[in-house]
């Protein structure tokens, strides 16, 4: 009883009409007496927490929800004890189910006739009647009208349930058999639902549909515990398939879509009982032939046992069907697990029934179609043929694995007198099927999925005599019927494919050792040691052959390279061969139409068709240049050789798997993401065993998906996935990988990344590419050490560093002569330390030279090089002959060898960059140069450095630190250095570089450059810029050193302000900032104010000085530190007018530099 | 996992800091302003100062998406100032914080982590008791992150080309800088500053 009152309370959630306590697990045998329809409001009231209380205070039940309980198994009592007097069916004929056996309805609102009427109905024919809505209870819900709220919200409202108008009963009752009540539907509801079914419809069985007007074969006790529905479970079969369609709105069903869909049922069985019986209900009672129970029912009885009695079914059908057709039989040859596969491609033909019954659909909502199929992915694998094809090449080369190494050093099939041989096996895929049917050999026969001819299930092979009729591959079955009334449709039958083309490939390996694969019946031959004629006498061998063992004809194409023989086999077919030797291949091509050739589609036809050409003698006319201009370079050039007859493709040449991938694009429906991920992983398990199957691994995993357009409708096709957006993920991850976790992983999180309503997804694929050998990536650790890496890349160095050399030296030796005409310059520049840098360098110290190509020594940071532990440093060194501690050691010893060579190395830069560069103005600049050497070379370094300022700057931070020849390696001006980097430097070694450069030469050389390149201002401006901020960083020396200079000058100035201010640096901690020496100065300034009496401009302006260059100093980093000096220097000029005056000088300069860098005025 | 971050170049844990930095500040800045009822915001502790984090998830998203677009940017040292603008409705700006950033690229040592957090953090403490600085802003105004870029970023991903030219109108005069906080370290060099209308040369005109 509790347990019933929490089961009301939560459904009174859900809806407020559900009232699922189980009453009819206590008694079924229950009649109604209260004739009373009880009140909507009541009803609701059952199922409400508040009125469960209040009830529960008075009567003896504890809650409303049991009071509930009990009055419904009354009201089933009194409706059974009632049904029994008034029931009309005759007992006597007791094999007949009453009309309304099964059927449960329950009248909402007004209908009518009214709702007693159609109860009375229920009790004279065998229903239920159910006074309150329960949707494990009621099958059928009866209303002529609906509020706009419950159509809106038809889900809730119905629970799946069908919607029927009450004249469903009354017609169903005149016909004195169940009918259908599709079309009964209610109207408002029709136009609401015409949405697509999902999938698990198809596996709902409507098993009965072929079982209709059969004799009673069996009887079987079944669901002892649901006494409701305790029934003789007869198994039935059609004679005749084609009964089923004379019934209007009943699908047709082939015997075995009947036995699939059974063994379907029992999957959804074992999932949910409940709503499988639902549907098992539904679908009984859809049936004209309600008095016949049909097959689907014996699995109402317990989800265990299920599985079994349909097994048991089927054997019993398949006894006891000698009149059925012949496709009964050969679906029982299949294997149970394909037969149970094939549920859902036989659902391509419901098509035409689901549009029509919409209400399953809501039913099977419940379960989530696509994907209420655990095994959906695999089943859908299972019977896809095109993936029998695809995954075809694996078992082959499983089964022939000697083969693609042999051939892949094969040879080009272009070469002279070769021949090629292209069988193919004719209308593999139906002639394998009838070729145990010889009825079937000149009838037209079409392999499909299933033959309802109102399907869309495409058609995927045609034998000739269907070909003939128009039927073609990848139609709809519907069309292909109505194109050929009579086309028989069959099945696939994978086992015997993968049979026939085993044989097939046997007798091919067996003519010729190189073979090619190109699909299961399909290949090419090499045959080029024999000749034409030969390979022609080979090919009828082997079709002799094939036959013999297959019982299916093939056809050969013979001829000189893949193209013509693959042409040749068109002429052949069917049941043919044919020989086109090198000199027809003109006149064959010239009445070619260009479809023929393969590469050639719809859109390239259609532009071909544009230019008015039809076939390949026409496109012959038109040159390579022009097609390759209107059809991109790769297809012009194929169009061009394919239109001739040349191909060069070679025969036996295995592509390497590129990616491997599954993709369900047919049947994809999801309700919510836990659906959605459900399936992937599915598929990631699926690619996960096509990867291992091959044999591969990879690393970038891509997630496809076909989502569908915005206004895109239903697609034509049944369950097809119509107008679609194709959208893909990709994620590379490091290490290959054929792992379903991690692929499920990453798919998991590619899906998220497409953010989109899973119920727009239409289709799903799954592709892993970058692929690596299995075998290999389980090396990979050994690959990626950092050994090997570095081998591979000092052996490129190590090769690379010699012609650099060379080249560096014809480059050195090269600029020279051609640098200018001053010869006699030449010889000077490159004296005493210059040469013997020039021959000192080793290898190594050569690729200094920066010149194009660097060989990865100089690479090397060598502060990193020396900080590395050391058994990394002496494998880097073993990999690099040793060198790398004989640099180190030059490093650290020699010096100045290095930074010869290194002036050296600039040097040669520099006449090779004249050289090339420009060679007119310096030549005009070297012309000048003669009188003044030094000016000259200035000048010529100017030029070199806008080249390539970084290369420079570079090496003079490199001979920075050098000290100990700066005048050998800076002899140029300052002009030359880097600012930027000068600017980085420590300031110590700043101001060293500075004082090192020869004073007097800073004039001269700004004059030279201005007066002697007016022919290049850019450049003049350029080193103007340079030479100002070289002069701001001279500016600046006065903080620079430690104490700063000016400390130094203050303390030994005789101005008792300027000594205060130097001891208070000092004081201040000797940290250099100015505001801490400002502020320890605001507590000696008030002694000191009797000294800013003799203020001489002198003072003022060495103070100023050493403001302004503060604020140069600091002014990109840290204006606060400006301004809390100048916020203290201006508390100070109230106390002190020598403050006043300096800053009142400093003022206009900072202010000026602080809109120069921040654009804007300090706010002091 | 180590291994990654020793990998990362210091710009990028720089530039990692720096966004969650300015992210912190910029919510405090606007704290300060008062732009919000202080309800709308709650005290957090960032860095061990007490700060003021957004409760609105919309004004907590807009600092933190503006502030987080930077990151690349500010990675490869083309963001040369990060600006808090408020201004009324007219669009005329009246104050600006002014975020100065320059990231060196090529430092290429490792950044202490905390050191850098230690020096931001200077800049927390700093800002609140800089409020006397700034100047009362009006009831109506407004307000919005502006960022400045030394070069127009190149043809960027599309998913970070979601930059809105601003619309507020620019001082006629060069604004009154007063610095508020100033860092100058190796890899990162950052400062902070107010900006205000220049109006003691336009009063005198008017007087």
């Known amino acids: 009883m509790s347990f019933n009152s929490s089961r009301s309370a939560n459904s009174c959630g859900k809806s407020k009409r559900s009232n699922d306590s189980n009453s009819n697990n206590i008694n079924n045998n229950k009649k109604l007496r209260k004739s009373n329809q009880k009140t909507l409001g009541m009803a609701w009231g059952s199922n409400s927490l508040s009125s469960s209380k209040s009830s529960s205070r008075k009567s003896n039940f504890t809650d409303f929800g049991s009071y509930m309980v009990e009055k419904n198994r009354k009201l089933h009592d009194q409706f059974d004890a009632e049904a029994t007097t008034s029931s009309i069916i005759d007992s006597s004929n007791s094999g007949n189910k009453p009309l309304f056996h099964g059927v449960s309805i329950f009248v909402d609102g007004f209908t009518v006739p009214s709702s007693q009427e159609l109860r009375s109905y229920m009790l004279k024919y065998g229903g239920r009647f159910e006074n309150y809505f329960s949707r494990s209870r009621v099958t059928h819900i009866i209303c002529s009208n609906l509020p706009d709220s419950k159509v809106k919200n038809i889900r809730s409202f119905s629970r799946g349930l069908p919607v029927v108008k009450p004249t469903w009963v009354l017609d169903s009752v005149a016909a004195n058999k169940l009918l259908n009540w599709v079309p009964y539907q209610l109207e408002q509801l029709v136009n609401n639902m015409q949405k697509q079914p999902k999938l698990s419809t198809f596996f709902v069985p409507k098993t009965n549909l072929g079982l209709q007007e059969a004799k009673t074969l069996a009887n079987r006790h079944l669901n002892p515990e649901e006494g409701c529905f305790l029934e003789n479970a007869n198994s039935q079969e059609s004679p005749s398939c084609e009964v089923g369609e004379s019934i209007e709105y009943s699908p047709e069903f082939k015997e075995e879509t009947c036995i699939y869909g059974l063994a379907k049922v029992c999957e959804v069985i074992k999932e949910e009982p409940i709503s499988a019986e639902q549907n098992l209900l539904e679908s009984m009672t859809a049936e004209p032939s309600c008095s016949n129970l049909n097959v689907g029912e014996a699995f109402k009885s317990s989800p265990c046992k299920s599985s079994a009695s349909a097994n048991d079914c089927l054997g019993d059908r398949s006894e006891k069907s000698p009149s059925s057709p012949q496709i009964v039989g050969e679906a029982f040859k299949s294997s149970p697990c394909k037969s149970s596969a094939s549920a859902n491609d036989c659902l391509g033909d419901r098509s035409k029934k689901s549009p029509s019954s919409p209400q399953i659909a809501p039913s099977s909502n419940q379960r989530n179609s696509t994907l209420g199929d655990p095994n959906f992915v695999e089943n859908y694998f299972k019977n896809s043929r095109l993936h029998f094809i695809g995954t075809w090449r694996n078992r082959y080369r499983k089964r022939f694995p000697s083969l693609p190494g042999g051939v892949k050093d094969g040879y080009s099939a272009v070469s002279h007198g070769a021949s090629v041989i292209h069988v193919d096996m004719d209308c593999f895929f139906v002639s394998v099927i009838i070729r145990s049917r010889p009825e079937l050999q000149d009838k037209p026969v079409a392999v499909c999925h299933s033959d309802n001819p109102r399907g869309t299930a495409e058609i995927s092979s045609a034998n000739y005599p269907a070909r003939d009729y128009g039927v073609r591959a990848g139609i709809f079955v519907r069309d292909a019927k109505s194109l050929c009334p009579h086309l028989v449709i069959v099945p696939y039958n994978f086992e015997a494919y993968e049979l026939v083309a085993d044989q097939f490939y046997q007798i091919l390996h067996k003519h010729c050792n190189k073979v090619q694969a190109v699909s299961c019946d399909e290949a090419f031959l090499d045959v080029s040691d024999q000749g034409l004629e030969d390979a022609e006498h080979i090919a009828s061998v082997i079709r002799q052959e094939i036959y013999e063992a297959t019982g299916c004809t093939a056809s050969a194409g013979v001829a000189g390279n893949v193209l013509m023989a693959r042409l040749a086999t068109r002429t052949a077919k069917p049941n043919g061969q044919f020989l086109i030797p090198p000199e027809k291949v003109e006149g064959f091509l010239d009445e070619l139409p260009i479809k023929a050739l393969p590469g050639i589609g719809h859109v390239l036809e259609d532009k071909l068709k544009r230019l008015s050409i039809q076939t390949c003698g026409q496109l012959r006319m038109i040159s390579k240049v022009s097609l390759q201009k209107d059809f991109g370079s790769k297809t012009g050039n194929m169009l061009w050789n394919y239109s001739r007859g040349i191909d060069s493709r070679s025969v036996g040449v295995v592509q390497e798997t590129k990616s491997v991938g599954a993709e369900v694009n047919w049947g994809v429906r999801f309700n919510t993401l836990q659906d959605t991920q459900n399936f992937l992983v599915k598929l990631c398990h699926e690619v996960s065993l096509r990867l291992q199957g091959c044999g591969v691994q990879g690393r970038t995993i891509t997630l496809k998906l076909k989502k569908k357009r915005k206004d895109a409708g239903e697609p034509t096709k049944y369950m097809g996935f119509g107008d679609c957006e194709n959208l893909s993920h990709a994620m590379t991850i490091p290490i290959a990988t054929d792992d379903v976790d991690v692929l499920q992983r990453i798919s998991k999180q590619l899906l998220g990344y497409f953010r989109l309503d899973v119920k727009e997804i239409r289709g799903i694929g799954l592709q892993v590419s970058k692929m690596e050998n299995a075998d290999m990536t389980s090396q990979g650790h050994e690959r990626r050490s950092l050994r090997s890496w570095l081998s591979s890349a000092s052996g490129n160095m190590e090769e690379r560093s010699h012609p650099s050399m060379e080249m560096t030296g014809g480059s050195t030796k090269h600029g020279y002569p051609n640098s200018d005409g001053d010869s006699s310059r030449l010889p000077k520049s490159s004296t005493g330390p210059l040469t013997r840098g020039h021959t000192n360098q080793t290898p190594a110290e050569a690729s200094l030279s920066r010149v194009s190509t660097l060989p990865q020594i100089c690479d090397l940071d060598m502060g990193v090089i020396e900080s590395l532990p050391p058994d990394i440093f002496s494998e880097i060194n073993a990999l690099y002959g040793g060198k790398l501690s004989e640099v180190l050691k030059k490093n650290d010893d020699n010096d100045d060898k290095l930074s010869d060579s290194v002036i050296g190395s600039s040097r040669r830069l520099e006449g090779e960059i004249t050289k090339g560069k420009e060679p007119l103005p310096s030549e005009k600049i070297h012309v000048e140069e003669i009188t003044s050497k030094n000016k000259g070379k200035e000048c010529r370094f100017q030029d070199y450095q806008s080249a390539s300022t970084s290369a420079v700057g570079s090496l003079n931070l490199r001979t920075g630190p050098m000290g100990g020849d700066k005048y050998e390696f800076m002899p140029t001006s300052l002009s030359q250095v880097d600012i930027s980097i000068l600017q980085q430097l420590p300031k110590e070694l700043k101001l060293d570089i500075l004082e090192s450069l020869p004073a007097h030469r800073r004039p001269e050389c700004s004059d030279s450059a201005l007066v002697k390149c007016p022919h290049d201002k850019v450049k003049v401006e350029k080193v103007k810029d340079q030479l100002e901020g070289a002069e701001s960083v001279l500016r600046r020396s006065l903080w620079s050193g430690h104490p700063p200079e000016w400390v130094d000058k203050f303390e030994v100035s005789n101005n008792l302000m300027l000594n205060r201010i130097a001891e208070m640096y000092y004081k201040s901690g000797s940290t250099g900032s100015l505001s801490s020496i400002l502020q320890c100065l605001i507590s000696v300034l008030p002694f000191s104010l009797d000294a800013s009496n003799d203020v001489s401009d002198n003072v003022i302006s060495s103070l100023c000085d050493i403001l302004q260059q503060y604020i140069d100093l600091k002014i990109k980093s840290d204006m606060e530190e400006i301004y809390i000096c100048f916020r203290l220097l201006r508390r100070f000029t109230t106390k002190s007018i020598f403050f006043l005056q300096a800053y009142d000088r400093v003022l206009p300069y900072l202010q000026a530099s602080f809109s120069e860098n921040y654009g804007g005025n300090l706010n002091i | ?207």
């Not at chain 2, 109506?140 to 030219?165: G, N, V």
């Open chain 2, 1 to 207: 996992m180590e291994r990654r971050r020793e990998n990362q170049s210091p710009q990028v844990s720089i530039a990692r800091i720096l966004v969650e930095f300015l992210e912190v500040a910029i919510t405090s800045i606007v704290f300060l302003k008062g732009i919000y009822p202080s309800d709308a915001f709650e005290r957090r502790r960032y860095m061990n100062v007490v700060v003021h984090r957004a409760r609105h998830p919309q004004l907590r998203d807009y600092i933190h998406s503006a502030v987080k677009g930077l990151q690349p940017f500010i990675e490869k040292g083309v963001v040369d100032r990060v600006v808090v603008m408020f201004f009324n409705n007219d669009n005329i700006p009246l104050e600006r914080f002014v975020f100065s950033l320059t990231v060196s690229q090529s430092y290429k040592s490792n950044v202490e982590e905390t050191d850098l957090e230690f020096s931001l953090r200077s800049f927390l403490v700093k800002l609140p008791v800089s409020e006397s600085l700034s100047k009362v802003l009006p009831r109506d105004c407004r307000w919005e992150i502006t960022a400045y870029f030394c070069t127009l970023p190149q043809a960027t991903p599309s998913k970070e080309d979601l930059w809105i030219p601003t619309d507020t109108k620019q001082w006629d005069q060069p604004p009154l800088i007063t610095p508020i906080k100033s860092l100058s370290s190796e890899p990162l060099s950052m400062q902070l500053y107010l900006e205000h209308a220049n109006i003691l040369k336009t009063t005198p005109r008017g007087n």
